[in-house]
């Protein structure tokens, strides 16, 4: 990407047609359930630990410790970006809740994707929540953040979106790069993969962009954090980046709330200026850390959507009348923390193949000109064959999805599927099982919902509210994706891996009837009837692909420069400050937000000696 990319490609860009024409969804869909429920079990190499000095587990930290330039709270996609790089020049200590990606083989392996979502204990790198609106979803408990537990996908921002948050372009792109040159790469594509690539473009998802990690409109193959040996890389490699001298990691150190003191404000008023963190490590000791008396220095909340607007909450800023709820004292009065919550609904459909295929997570993707992202992933194991004995059905199958009070939930058409798999006799199940998935998210959202506390304690999880298709532009792009969904798989291209009426076998009719039942049941002879039975469709199967953000969004809580509006020596730089997400998956734009603004905050500082 040359320095002028984002302005040269705004004209190719779709989000000023959502603006102007208004027309113009657990990421754990079947085919994910389907293909690694148990293919951890044949998981190849497992790497080693990196070994870096700087890491020591938070039990080894001083019960009170000081003189650090940053404390930064949140170890993920971006606490670790900007840590390397403030590290260059000045004294940084990162705290992160969880443990190390590098020691745990269901974070550094492809086939341990879904299993490690499902684990959750205290010490999982995986944490669960069921949003207020009864979808299931998860949360990163490790150094790398979601980079750590999610399907590696790794694509740029959105030309639009840079321009929205007003940022340097000739920086973003030296970020990025930063970023990409450690931890992504192109995959090479397989059968599976290359047809629906092909079913993309044959569906009208077009032109074909090649290979790229540029967001553009058509059919491309996307970046990867899973180079060619299907072995993870996460923003925790980033920390390659670091100067050992000047770094101090804890894990296992979760942030209870921070730490202040009285500063004057522009105008000679008083406002709370942040001093230090006070965290608990895994035996329950608290710990105190505190800035050192340099000007400049800073507490920096990276803890994401949900753990930064908690803990300004907890430290008494947000909404004065919920933190009386809490008997929490209000030092700072800001209804914004906690608002503007979004999440971007995904639907999926899953495809039984006639033939083994790839066992891949999202490749290739279809980016839509009115607002939908069409991706794919494929696979299947042997080490599958055991899960539908030994795994019982989920229990939260008859759980009313409380967008519309229906029975019928994704979870609900997923269990419909393993079902039917179960009854097919054990020497055809390894041929039930070969598949691959579709999955359709949609641009924005406009959808937006709320964050509240549960809990005086930040390990647990908040309540939250996402609002999924409040808005009836969010439904009218998902009822187009799913069309364009429905026409990719009815393409040549993939018609081609499927089976016909006349070639499947007796024994899988029933596997492949609840696959295809679990699709919108369409009325061709009826157009209204048809748009009413795709949206009810979109509404009840609606699932997260963990895209959440909002929360402490820029211009409501933070400033342009991240800083925490009314306050001194304090700011959030990670996805609570995004009002949406950025083009098909944001993960590289946000670990791109933590080079970013460490570079910037270096040239505050330092300006032409800071060397970056």
């Not at 000045?90 to 590098?102: A, D, K, N």
């Not at 006070?278 to 008396?293: I, P, W």
């Not at 970013?596 to 270096?602: A, D, F, P, R, S």
């Amino acid at each position: 990407m040359g320095d002028n990319d984002y302005r040269e490609r705004q004209g190719s860009d779709h989000s000023n047609d959502f603006k102007s024409s208004k027309a113009k969804w657990k990421f754990v869909c079947v085919l994910i359930v389907l293909q690694t429920r148990l293919l951890y079990t044949c998981a190849a190499k497992i790497y080693s630990d990196p070994n870096y000095s700087f890491v020591l587990n938070a039990t080894e930290a001083p019960l009170l410790g000081r003189n650090y330039d940053y404390i930064i709270v949140g170890g993920g996609t971006a606490g670790c970006p900007l840590a390397a790089t403030l590290s260059q020049n000045f004294s940084v200590l990162l705290l992160e809740r969880g443990g190390q990606p590098y020691q745990n083989d269901l974070v550094e392996n492809l086939v341990g994707f879904y299993p490690n979502l499902q684990l959750d204990t205290s010490t999982s790198a995986s944490q669960s929540f069921t949003s207020e609106d009864g979808v299931p979803n998860q949360r990163a408990r490790v150094l790398g953040g979601g980079s750590a537990v999610n399907a590696g996908f790794f694509t740029f921002a959105d030309p639009q979106f840079v321009a929205e948050m007003n940022w340097d372009v000739i920086l973003v792109n030296e970020s990025f790069t930063w970023v990409a040159d450690e931890v992504a790469q192109i995959p090479t594509i397989q059968v599976f993969q290359s047809a629906a690539r092909d079913a993309l473009l044959e569906a009208g998802v077009t032109p074909f962009n090649g290979e790229t990690y540029d967001h553009l409109i058509g059919t491309k193959v996307g970046g990867s954090l899973f180079d060619s040996n299907d072995r993870r890389h996460t923003a925790a490699d980033l920390l390659t980046y670091a100067n050992p001298d000047n770094l101090d990691v804890y894990i296992w150190a979760s942030a209870q709330r921070l730490v202040f003191a009285t500063g004057v404000g522009p105008n000679g008023d008083r406002q709370p200026r942040a001093i230090g963190v006070e965290y608990t490590d895994l035996e329950g000791y608290s710990h105190t850390v505190l800035l050192n008396d340099n000007p400049g220095s800073e507490v920096i909340l990276t803890a994401g959507a949900l753990g930064s607007p908690v803990l300004l909450m907890l430290s008494g800023i947000g909404p004065a009348d919920h933190l009386a709820d809490f008997n929490i004292a209000a030092i700072l009065d800001n209804p914004a923390v906690g608002s503007r919550m979004a999440d971007n609904p995904t639907n999926s459909m899953w495809v039984l193949t006639n033939q083994e295929v790839e066992v891949t997570l999202i490749q290739v993707v279809g980016i839509t000109s009115w607002g939908s992202y069409i991706e794919i992933s494929s696979g299947q194991s042997e080490a599958l064959i055991g899960a539908f004995e030994s795994t019982p059905l989920s229990t939260t199958s008859s759980r009313s999805n409380k967008l519309n009070n229906s029975t019928v939930t994704a979870t609900s058409l997923q269990d419909t599927i393993t079902a039917a798999i179960r009854e097919v006799p054990e020497q055809f199940r390894y041929q039930a099982v070969w598949g691959g998935t579709i999955l359709q998210k949609i641009w924005g959202p406009l959808s937006r919902g709320l964050l509240r506390l549960s809990s005086l304690n930040a390990v647990d999880n908040p309540r939250v509210w996402f609002n999924y298709f409040q808005e009836q532009v969010d439904l009218a792009i998902c009822e187009q994706g799913i069309r364009a969904v429905l026409d990719t798989l009815a393409s040549p291209s993939l018609a081609r891996l499927q089976y016909t009426n006349d070639t499947i076998p007796f024994i899988l009719q029933p596997v492949n009837d609840a696959v295809v039942g679990a699709r919108p049941q369409r009325d061709l002879s009826n157009s209204t009837q048809d748009t009413i039975n795709i949206r009810q469709w979109c509404m009840d199967s609606v699932m997260t692909i963990w895209h959440y953000h909002g929360g402490c969004v820029v211009d409501d809580v933070v400033r342009r420069d991240y800083r925490v509006i009314g306050t001194q020596s304090l700011r959030v730089i990670d996805g609570s400050t995004f009002a949406r997400s950025p083009g098909a998956n944001p993960q590289a734009t946000v670990m791109m937000l933590g080079r970013y603004m460490g570079v910037q905050i270096l040239r505050e500082r330092l300006g032409s000696e800071a060397g970056v």
